[in-house]
């Protein structure tokens, strides 16, 4: 089971043509891909203290020397809506630029209920309000919090990849910011790394939602949840139970909607996953330890 989970974390990698920079050990670092949606891995050279690290005016992840890499690396996000061309980051005083290549997402067009398209007055105040919440959560900053590579947060087909460019009954909309995995509705969402849940609620697109803060401006959020099972300020450990599948909100079908969002950056969530069997399996197998220790109660309590 394990080598058939690695093998498909392979072949998903080669689908998005994901290629870490030379030198770069993905086990120990994120994946690069320096396009719109992806992430730039930066050397910025030895310090003697943790520097300050900032593109585009916002704080970003820093990952420490280790023995693998004598210096510190940069962990930029780049936005869905980043031109291709030079781009820089600010590292105390000292200015560092890099290079973004352009990339040609794929388009989908979805049929909606009209109401999801064209927003009345009361539901176009209501999304307004829920945006304010959402982009808090998203821009919050834990400067201590170390990196932890991610696992899936449950087993199913991706059924929309990121960065489709949508429309919806025709209109154009902003690309598909996260990945969409289709499961039946009830089946269980676990933490895909360590986190503290941040936000919580019932929002008119998303439907019931989660927001787990990672650390360093790394953030999940998870759409369309069935049941929500925990609360704002909780602390999950990876293969933590955080709700259920469902169909709420803006969808045509029960699936888990997952944005992973780095430094306010809506980016790939592929280029979080570990590609290491073991930290692919941890929440999975830790959710089929609940699932068996669920089952067996019921089975204790069955009248029959």
Not at 9 to 24: C, E, K, S
Request: with cysteine; net charge positive; hydrophobic share 35%.
């Amino acid at each position: 089971m394990l080598e058939l989970i690695s093998s498909l974390l392979q072949m998903l990698l080669g689908i998005f043509a994901l290629t870490p920079d030379t030198g770069i050990e993905p086990h120990n670092q994120p994946l690069q891909q320096r396009i719109p949606g992806g992430v730039a891995l930066i050397d910025i050279g030895p310090h003697t203290q943790r520097p300050s690290a900032t593109f585009r005016g916002k704080a970003v992840m820093l990952l420490p020397p280790d023995e693998q890499q004598d210096n510190w690396t940069a962990v930029v996000g780049l936005p869905l809506s980043a031109k291709p061309g030079q781009h820089s980051i600010k590292i105390n005083d000292l200015t560092h630029t890099f290079d973004v290549r352009g990339h040609a997402y794929k388009e989908q067009r979805l049929t909606v209920k009209r109401k999801h398209v064209n927003l009345s007055k009361e539901a176009l105040t209501r999304v307004r309000s829920e945006k304010k919440k959402m982009l808090k959560a998203f821009r919050h900053f834990e400067p201590n919090a170390e990196w932890q590579p991610m696992a899936w947060p449950l087993k199913g087909p991706l059924s929309s990849p990121f960065g489709l460019q949508r429309y919806f009954n025709g209109q154009k909309r902003n690309p598909h910011s996260g990945l969409d995995i289709a499961a039946p509705t009830g089946t269980p969402i676990v933490a895909p790394s360590d986190g503290k849940v941040t936000l919580t609620g019932d929002f008119y697109f998303n439907g019931n939602t989660v927001f787990l803060d990672h650390g360093q401006g790394l953030v999940s959020m998870f759409c369309h949840l069935d049941s929500i099972e925990v609360k704002d300020s909780d602390i999950l450990t990876a293969g933590d139970r955080l709700g259920t599948v469902g169909a709420t909100g803006r969808v045509t079908g029960p699936h888990l909607h997952w944005t992973v969002s780095l430094n306010d950056a809506r980016i790939n969530p592929l280029l979080m996953l570990s590609p290491h069997p073991g930290v692919l399996s941890k929440a999975l197998e830790v959710s089929a330890a609940h699932d068996k220790a669920q089952a067996t109660q019921t089975a204790q309590v069955d009248p029959r």
